[in-house]
């Protein structure tokens, strides 16, 4: 796999929580927990089969209507499987993670195709990200992306907010930028479900993100999109990942199909008021001019 590029800056992959302080998360310490328990089972294919489906259909016409492979970005990325795939469609793409042990285990999953990839790899914040490419391009329009992911992010960042501006100047015009992040309505609507009226009821609430990875800051739809209006995207499309999965204490009927499962998540992912009940939500926008 060529043009691998790596800078590790191990002082930079933890995220230290001080009191009263919020720091950008990393997964350093707990990969393989999340890997497992991301997408080691049914939610994390429901997850990558919606993903795959608003993306990937977009992707084909934007190198269609720009007669080249795209530019990608994944900030933030994890596993990086999506990015991956788009990498063997022959697309040039930048992996970015600030966990070493993430990055490596999407290394590993990109080495075990039996493919030439144009992958680049950056271990850093995404906030040192902007140096370090800049220090490899011309800072031309067309060493821009035309695509930049952004998926579970949001909601680990300390100041969300602030990585709008970032993709302001990473994006090209008329990019596009995939947005995926945590839903905290489904966090309520589940744990009504579920009768944990305890937990709602407590305004303390943390989970123990040592481990869990349920986060305590999520980021509401209704903000997101606020975002997105005052930096003047267009939404082209949005969609629920696990919209009732989750919530069927019950497996049975169709329920013990997964791949019925998968088709019917589907389905419903963009079908309202069903996709706002999603765990995470995927927002595809782009920026015209």
């Known amino acids: ?7 590790h800056h191990p002082d930079s992959n933890h995220s230290i929580p001080l009191e009263g302080n919020r ?20 939610k994390g294919d429901i997850r990558l089969a919606v993903l795959r489906r608003d993306i990937f259909e977009h992707c084909a016409q934007m190198s269609k209507d720009l007669g080249r ?3 990608i970005l994944d900030v933030g990325a994890g596993l990086a499987q999506i990015a991956i795939e788009l990498a063997t ?11 070493e042990n993430m990055l490596e285990k999407a290394k590993t999953s990109a080495a075990q ?16 990200l902007a140096g370090k490419l800049t ?9 821009k992306f035309d695509l930049i992911l952004c998926h579970a992010l949001l909601e680990w960042l300390a100041e969300p907010a602030a990585v709008m501006s970032f993709f302001d100047k990473q994006l090209t015009d008329n990019g596009a930028l995939s947005l995926c992040f945590y839903n905290p309505a489904s966090f309520d609507y589940r744990n009504l479900i579920m009768g944990n009226f305890n937990l709602l009821d407590n305004t303390e609430y943390k989970a123990d993100n040592k481990k869990s ?5 999520p980021v509401a739809k209704e903000e997101v999109e606020s975002w997105l209006i005052a930096h003047q995207y267009q939404t082209i499309r949005t969609s629920g990942l696990r919209v009732f999965h989750d919530y069927s204490p019950l497996k049975r009927g169709g329920h013990t199909d997964p791949d019925a499962v998968i088709r019917m998540e589907l389905r419903y992912s963009q079908l309202e008021p069903y996709k706002w009940l999603g765990r995470y939500l995927h927002i595809l926008t782009t920026r015209q001019h």
Not at 1 to 7: F, G, T, V
Not at 113 to 128: E, F, G, M, R, T
Not at 213 to 217: E, I, K, M
């Open 1 to 7: 796999m060529p043009n691998k590029h790596q800078d």
């Open 23 to 42: 720091t950008d998360r990393s997964f350093d310490t707990i990969a393989d927990h999340f890997e497992k328990k991301v997408y080691g089972g049914l």
């Open 69 to 71: 492979p795209l530019r």
């Open 89 to 99: 469609q022959g697309h040039t793409v930048i992996i970015n993670d600030i966990s």
């Open 113 to 128: 195709l039996d493919q030439k990839l144009d992958i680049n790899w950056y271990v850093c914040p995404y906030q040192a």
């Open 135 to 143: 220090d490899n391009v011309n800072g031309d329009e067309k060493d």
């Open 213 to 217: 990875l349920t986060p305590n800051h």
